[in-house]
T-cell receptor, first 110, second 114 residues
């Protein structure tokens, strides 16, 4: 079956640091890939997505590239802010349902 | 705001009781999904509707769980004879099958079974 593996947190870093969250997936076909973010006390929000190999999704300074050869979709941001503190979920969609990773908590300190 | 809404936001119940949650999707969205999220984990798919038809159910959805979407708009998720293991956040999402079919999530209903 499909699965998503992402690095465990928490990830603690200072403001303006570079952030990378690794995500790899297993799928039988060619899924669409997503990053969702959950800010404290809020619901899941779509951060970015990519629907085919080599696509790059980007939003709010975050980027992720769909790498079919390594089955990866790593999330990156060049300079994080305190407001980026949240839990980040990598997910794939094959068919009509999303399969999520376990989430990575990110804490950005001033 | 016309996002996905869920009610109630919190529910505390005693083991053995029945509970029902409601989800109102984004208007015009024809697809509706239920997920369950336990503490420290990612959401897990439970079931999915296209209009009023329930098209897919996870093996996680035991016989005690039932979901409906009678008129193709709002949906309800009922859990009968609740157990402590049912304690979780129940998330609803909706999407439009034409176009990107991106799923948008509601704030969730947090269930605590005592």
């Amino acid at each position: 079956g499909n699965s998503v593996t992402q690095m465990e947190g928490p990830v603690t870093l200072s403001e303006e640091a570079f952030l990378t969250i690794n995500c790899t997936y297993t799928a039988t076909g060619y899924p669409s890939l997503f990053w969702y973010v959950q800010y404290p006390g809020e619901g899941l929000q779509l951060l970015l997505k990519a629907t085919k190999a080599d696509d790059k999704g980007s939003n709010k300074g975050f980027e992720a590239t769909y790498r079919k050869e390594t089955t990866s979709f790593h999330l990156e941001k060049g300079s994080v802010q305190v407001s980026d503190s949240a839990v980040y979920f990598c997910a794939l969609r094959e068919g009509n349902k999303l399969t999520f990773g376990g989430g990575t908590r990110v804490l950005v300190k001033p | 705001d016309t996002g996905v809404s869920q009610n109630p936001r919190h529910k505390i119940t005693k083991r053995g009781q029945n509970v029902t949650f409601r989800c109102d999707p984004i208007s015009e969205h024809n697809r509706l999904y239920w997920y369950r999220q336990t503490l420290g984990q990612g959401p897990e798919f439970l079931t999915y509707f296209q209009n009023e038809a329930q098209l897919e159910k996870s093996r996680l959805l035991s016989d005690r769980f039932s979901a409906e979407r009678p008129k193709g708009s709002f949906s309800t998720l009922e859990i009968q004879r609740t157990e402590q293991g049912d304690s979780a956040m129940y998330l609803c999402a909706s999407s439009l099958s034409t176009g990107t079919d991106t799923q948008y999530f509601g704030p969730g209903t947090r269930l605590t079974v005592l």
